[in-house]
């Protein structure tokens, strides 16, 4: 029922330095079944839910388009532990990552990377 166009005024935003000379971009964000929905953005990696984590996590991203994604994710010494690569639609996706195909836990680092971007963010895995 939302939508961001520039129909009849211009969709742009502005931020407060340099008397609101840095334009940003406009988007929406909603919150529902099935992960967000992302209306106006480009590649948005999000964090793994839940976290910290026991048996399964879910590591859901954004796509602008249909492409490759690489799931890899790291041991703090930065040893890989996991990837996964495969063909995702636009809009969300998401990888489900098990316990059982880790072999490790603590602190650990995630990386969602596709031909034109990447985003690495943190996770805890409990025993």
């Known amino acids: 029922m939302l939508n961001v166009s520039s129909r009849i005024t211009r969709a742009e935003a502005y931020g407060l330095n340099a008397g609101g000379a840095d334009k940003m971009d406009v988007a929406l964000r909603f919150n529902g079944v099935g992960g967000p929905v992302v209306s106006g953005l480009g590649f948005e990696l999000y964090q793994n839910n839940p976290n910290p984590w026991t048996h399964r996590t879910q590591i859901g991203f954004y796509l602008p388009e249909a492409t490759e994604a690489t799931l890899t994710v790291y041991d703090e010494t930065g040893r890989i532990l996991f990837g996964e690569t495969g063909d995702f639609?636009?809009?969300?996706?998401?990888?489900?990552?098990?316990?059982?195909?880790?072999?490790?836990?603590?602190?650990?680092?995630?990386?969602?990377?596709?031909?034109?971007?990447?985003?690495?963010?943190?996770?805890?895995?409990?025993?």
């Open 89 to 127: 639609a636009k809009g969300y996706n998401a990888f489900t990552l098990d316990k059982a195909l880790l072999g490790a836990t603590g602190m650990l680092y995630y990386k969602v990377e596709t031909p034109a971007d990447s985003a690495v963010k943190k996770m805890v895995q409990t025993k």
